[in-house]
């Protein structure tokens, strides 16, 4: 009973040869207690949703009222889940599943890859919120060019040399020379080339 | 025929001016080496770039996409015979005959093959899609608001079943979480805030392009990146273009694979992959014992299968996406997203919204396929340098473009923080093995879906439900298809 779903690459190079198609994004065999999680999670979304739209006006009749979709909606997310509940027990006894299940986060944070994804979602986070609150921007007018530097490239070039120094573990001058250089240039791209603002600059 | 005529000659001339033909070829490099890299893969090029064509003019907009399009297609191939691992998905059984070839020396040859059947593919999709889109134009224009829901949710339908193989529920969770993602924001027809939990920015609906660029994007970062890197040995190709007697041998390979890709495509949710694989198989069951012998250890013909129907795959997903709104595949859904960011409404009234367009993406698409021959050659050598390069280098380059484009679509920081949930959430999706596809075409379509069966069941109020099936034939049809999609993923793939 694998944990992690096995590699795309793996789940193709087998589907094609059995002939079995894993689909346009690949194979989806999870263990039967992540199913069931998700299994949870997916009917509290119908529910939430149904909830939701029961509460929701209804200006003229029946047929056209706002919520009527949605509710639909909600109700086939909650068979949904019933059905994938069901499926996920018969792969496995629950009893089985929640003796696997006691320590849900465990395992990923264990694991290598699973603390790296967690430092980079981190870092991801920091990034969007300081290019929203910094904002910024220097014009030197040289003749005929006007060089422009944002808070956008002030916050970008440090946070993508530093992750490239976490992943890549190239040197520091390195990892800031070519997120420098990237950030420079796509930003050069996006606001010379095509007339594009930048988060927190003009 | 006048108009027609009129109207060919002048997207001819727009499409065939040197600015144009700069742009599409810019399209095409741009695309063989994002496809050729592992990991990054043709939809993820697509829904960056769609941040950088909002600065672009509609035509050129339309070129270029269509030229990365094509090229990113293509560029998978080259990774796949080289070093041994698909640049993209859908060249997974390109890599499993052109490696054994490359080993043998004939990496050139392989890769020389593999060109000459995307070019052919591409013709064979851009053939049957200037062929059916007047009928489908047609037919489009019959539907009334009941067809158009039930189309809009065999769309989703199908697209979950097609995205998620063997465990057809898990794709059409993740298209009824879409739906109620689309839901958000003032209703169409009373105006009533729904889901917004009093935000008023939630009352202008989530777009779905931030959620195109996290989805594919931020997450396909977070997939990859922590990962360890596989080894990456370039390696000498050889010649490269093949004999015609060799191309002539697979022609009728060539012609099947091509109808198999462009059918695929036209299928929402079914894309480039299932197009290759489906080919495969076939191609393997019909060829002859002494070519069969071959299969696995380095066979032209099953190169041929699968590039010939990934690439008409592109013809065939741009169909349903022009004429019905409803895109082929998540790459379709980024050409859709770049279409109607320059106001081109795409759906049964292209033709008379936007006079012209249709005439000027087939040009488009014939461009892109030509200049896709000629630098898919030029490049192969540059791309053997381009995988020394670690992916730990390249893949943390792509969050400033995911920022830069989730902002650049409507200038609003809360479209990079939709981008940065979407980028998470689909990295949750996947390790539970969600597909994210049918959420995007969910969130496209749902607004249709809504406003359509509200309108459908204000007409039918006073009609019994045996009159609506029998005086709505076509309605009728497709509600047993969308049936049958439950069916057949329920009771038959979902055992």
């Known amino acids: 009973m694998a944990d992690t779903p096995k590699s795309r690459l793996e789940t193709d190079v087998e589907s094609l040869a059995t002939g079995n198609f894993t689909g346009e994004e690949g ?58 509940a069901a499926k996920a027990l018969k792969r496995a006894p629950l009893r089985e599943i929640l003796k696997s299940a006691h320590d849900p986060i465990g395992p990923f944070i264990a694991d290598i890859e699973g603390r790296r994804t967690l430092i980079l979602m981190g870092l991801v986070l920091a990034y969007v919120v300081l290019t929203d609150l910094i904002n910024f921007e220097i014009r030197m007018p040289a003749g005929f060019y006007t060089f422009r530097f944002s808070s956008y490239e002030t916050i970008s070039i440090p946070v993508i040399a530093l992750i490239l120094k976490l992943f890549w573990r190239a040197r520091w001058l390195a990892c800031i020379a070519v997120a420098a250089g990237m950030v420079i240039g796509l930003a050069w791209i996006f606001r010379d080339g095509f007339e594009i603002l930048l988060p927190g600059s003009g | 025929m006048d108009t027609v005529l009129a109207q060919l000659t002048s997207q001819m001339a727009i499409a065939f001016s040197p600015w144009m033909l700069v742009v599409c070829l810019a399209g095409v490099t741009l695309g063989i080496l994002w496809g050729a890299m592992p990991g990054l893969s043709t939809t993820m090029a697509m829904a960056l770039l769609i941040g950088l064509s909002t600065g672009m003019s509609q035509h050129v907009a339309v070129m270029f996409m269509l030229g990365v399009y094509t090229g990113s297609v293509f560029g998978g191939a080259i990774s796949a015979v080289l070093i041994n691992i698909p640049g993209t998905p859908d060249a997974v059984p390109t890599m499993i005959e052109g490696y054994p070839l490359a080993q043998r020396g004939e990496g050139g040859l392989a890769l020389g093959t593999a060109i000459a059947a995307s070019f052919l593919g591409n013709w064979v999709g851009i053939v049957l899609l200037i062929s059916f889109i007047p009928a489908i134009l047609f037919l489009a224009l019959q539907f009334r608001s009941w067809e158009m829901f039930l189309l809009a949710m065999w769309g989703i339908a199908i697209c979950g079943s097609m995205s998620a193989g063997d465990m057809p529920l898990k794709g059409w969770i993740s298209g009824w979480i879409g739906l109620l993602i689309s839901f958000v924001g003032l209703d169409a027809i009373h105006g009533v805030a729904r889901f917004t939990f009093g935000f008023r ?60 890709g462009t059918i695929i495509g036209a299928i929402p949710g079914a894309g480039a992959n299932v197009a290759s694989f489906l080919s495969y198989d076939i191609a393997r069951r019909r060829a002859s014992p002494e070519e069969r012998a071959k299969w696995g250890k380095g066979s032209y013909e099953a190169i041929v299968s699968a590039e010939v129907a990934n690439n008409a795959n592109i013809g065939g997903s741009m169909l349903p996406t022009l004429t019905l709104g409803i895109p082929g595949n998540a790459a379709a859904a980024a050409i859709l997203a770049a279409l109607e960011m320059k106001n081109i409404v795409v759906g049964p009234t292209i033709q008379t ?38 992916r730990t280098l390249l893949m943390p380059l792509i969050i400033p473009i995911c920022v830069m484009g989730a902002f650049a679509v409507s200038l609003s920081y809360f479209d990079v923080y939709l981008m940065f949930i979407a980028g998470i959430a689909g990295f949750i999706l996947h390790r539970f093995g969600f597909p994210l596809a049918p959420m995007v075409l969910a969130v496209i379509l749902g607004p249709l879906a809504d406003e359509n069966l509200r309108r459908a069941l204000l007409i039918f109020e006073d009609h019994s439900i045996v009159s609506v099936l029998i005086d709505r034939p076509l309605g009728t049809v497709l509600l047993l298809v969308v049936i049958y999609t439950f069916y057949d993923g329920i009771f038959r793939r979902g055992k």
């Open chain 2, 353 to 390: 919204e936007n006079p012209g367009i249709i005439y000027f993406i087939y040009i488009g698409l014939i461009i892109a396929n030509f200049l896709m021959y000629f630098m898919a050659i030029g490049l192969i050598k540059p791309c053997v340098k381009l995988f020394s390069l670690p």
């Open chain 2, 201 to 260: 920015i939630l009352e202008d609906h989530i777009s779905y392009i931030p959620l195109l660029i996290g989805l594919f994007g931020l997450t396909e970062v977070l997939k990859v990146l922590p990962q360890k890197n596989p080894p990456s040995i370039p390696s000498e190709v050889g010649r490269v273009i093949p004999p015609f007697s060799m191309l002539w041998k697979y022609a009728r390979t060539s012609l099947r694979s091509g109808l198999i």
């Open chain 1, 27 to 84: 194979g989806t065999a999870v263990s039967p207690g992540k199913d069931l999680a998700s299994a949870a999670m997916v009917g509290v979304i119908g529910i939430g949703a149904m909830l939701l739209s029961l509460d929701l006006d209804a200006p003229a009749s029946l047929y056209t009222a706002p919520g009527l979709l949605p509710f639909i909606t909600g109700l086939s997310l909650l068979i949904m889940a019933a059905g994938l």
